[in-house]
Each structure stands twice: as structure tokens, then as C-alpha cells.
């Protein structure tokens, strides 16, 4: 219940019945991306323990701690000559968790 308020899943925004059930719809899909997120970091190779405990920390954050790991990255993104680039900008703890996993996310 502790972990739910900072994503504001217990605080509905509006009065009407249909606001409040697409808030609670998107509180409820935030929190299984994060889930999703934390089971498809990849754990391969010799530091196959390290990747696995990486991965069982992501899947037990708490969702603050995870916005301000994963979502809160600034970031550029530049076009050009058919590709698209995106540089980020900033530096997390779990950058190198993130990259691991947008290898394999955009695969």
C-alpha cells in the first residue's frame, strides 16, 4: 500500500466515475511496466550472478526510486540520414541496467 502512493494510484484526480477508472488504468500499467521491465533485463554470460541480482532489485523497486532510474532520463533524440539517435543526457545508478535492457528491447 506504502509503495502505491508515490505513483498517486490512491488519489483520484477527478470526480467523475470514467476520470478516475483511466487514472487507475494508467497507475496499473505504469506498475507492470515496471515488472516487465525488471523480468526481461537480460542475465547472460560470466556475470550471470551480478545480471540476476540486478534483475531482482528493478523487480523489487519501489516505483519513485524506478521513475527516477528509468523514466526521468534526459534525454536527446536527433534525426538524420534514416536513423534515429537518442543520447542521454544524464546519469543513474542503474544506467548500465537500462542499456542492458534497451539492447534487448529494441532487438
Known amino acids: 500500500m506504502a509503495q502505491l502512493n508515490p505513483c498517486r494510484a490512491l488519489h483520484a484526480p477527478v470526480d467523475h466515475l470514467e476520470s478516475n477508472w ?36 528493478v523487480i523489487r523497486m519501489e516505483f519513485k526510486r524506478f521513475i527516477e532510474q528509468f523514466v526521468r532520463l534526459p534525454a536527446q533524440i536527433l534525426r ?26 529494441l532487438e
Do not use: D, Y
Not at 511496466?33 to 532489485?57: A, D, F, M, N, Y
Open 22 to 57: 483511466a487514472f487507475m488504468v494508467m497507475t496499473a500499467l505504469s506498475w507492470s511496466l515496471k515488472s516487465w521491465i525488471g523480468v526481461s533485463i537480460p542475465v547472460c554470460g560470466r556475470w550471470q550472478e551480478k545480471h540476476e541480482q540486478e534483475r531482482r532489485t
Open 80 to 105: 538524420g540520414g534514416r536513423q534515429l539517435t537518442v543520447r542521454l543526457l544524464g546519469w543513474t545508478e542503474s544506467l548500465h541496467v537500462f542499456n542492458r535492457w534497451l539492447c534487448v528491447a
